[in-house]
């Protein structure tokens, strides 16, 4: 009886330390565990360390490309900034060189030119051919700009009608000139010196006297009858024992020169009525 009791005590002490250390257990709190990793797992971290250091050696690479970049830009702009400044320099250095140059070539045309530019000089003070040329405006302006039209419109004139002459007829011409100043005891370069003139003006007058002759031709032909005529009307003048035959080519020069002097005015005065001529600073009826 006593074994069995104690044998049941025995069991009945081993159940109820199975049970507290049952509920003892349910009572205490789990264990952590170590996760085991997987060899798949594993595999992928030891695989993402290397692509880790080459995104960093990438990224230290494209660093030190963008620094090398900046550096280079940064070089480019100081190497631009160093060649402006040079340019500038240079310009600076042209320009204070090419001032003096100018100057002195100003002065030395001043000193060549002064007698164009000064006509007189009174007790050291210049008159200028400015102030003779505005003077000279305020008192004859008005028959120089006619005189100046007119020579225009006739030039023009003689160029639309494609008139010539020959250097023959402007020598022929001279020539009758000079004569008819010999038979007078007179000189034509003495005439011309006293005047301001030369041969060269002369034989340009001439020339353009030809030129409207053959223009007007067909207006100054003269007829027997008109000579006649005339030598009737001026016999008073010309003295009672005046002979035709004598004074005809003297008759005939005049009447020529009448019909002629006749003839310019109209053309002349055609031509300033056909043209367009405005007049800027003033006009010649102002004065």
């Known amino acids: 009886m006593i074994t069995l009791i104690q044998s049941d005590f025995f069991l ?17 709190p789990a264990k952590k565990t170590k996760k085991t990793q997987s060899p798949a797992s594993k595999k992928k971290t030891i695989s993402k360390k290397p692509t880790s250091k080459k995104t960093a050696s990438a990224k230290k690479t494209a660093s030190a490309k963008k620094t090398a970049s900046a550096k280079k830009i940064v070089s480019k702009k100081s190497e631009e900034l160093v060649k402006e ?3 500038l320099v240079k310009d600076l250095k042209s320009k204070k060189v090419l001032w003096p140059i ?9 000193w060549f030119l002064r007698d164009q530019v000064i ?10 051919r400015f102030k003779v040329i505005n003077e000279l405006e305020k008192q004859g302006a008005s028959q120089v700009l ?6 225009e419109l006739v030039n023009q004139a003689i160029k639309e009608a494609g008139i010539t002459v020959d250097e023959q007829e402007i020598t022929d011409q ?9 038979a007078q005891d007179q000189d034509l ?13 002369v034989e340009k007058d001439i020339k353009l006297n030809l030129q409207v002759d053959k223009i007007l031709a067909d207006k100054i032909q003269i007829t027997e009858e008109e000579v006649m005529d005339y030598f009737e009307t001026n016999k008073e003048f010309l003295g009672e024992d005046a002979s035709f035959e004598d004074m005809k080519e003297d008759i005939e020069a005049q009447v020529i020169q009448e019909k002629r002097a006749e003839a310019q005015q109209e053309w002349l005065e055609t031509l300033r009525s056909e043209a367009n001529v405005r007049y800027l600073r003033f006009e010649p009826s102002l004065f």
């Open 12 to 28: 009945l002490d081993k159940i109820n330390k199975s049970d507290f250390l049952i509920k003892r257990k349910v009572d205490m």
């Open 189 to 201: 370069d003495d005439i011309l010196a006293m005047q301001n003139l030369t041969r060269a003006d």
């Open 85 to 87: 400044e040079k340019v």
């Open 174 to 182: 001279m020539t009758e000139i000079e004569e008819s100043l010999s």
């Open 102 to 110: 100018i100057i002195l070539l100003m002065i030395l045309a001043i």
């Open 146 to 151: 006619d005189s100046l039209v007119t020579m």
């Open 119 to 128: 006509v007189a000089m009174v007790n050291g003070k210049p008159i200028t």
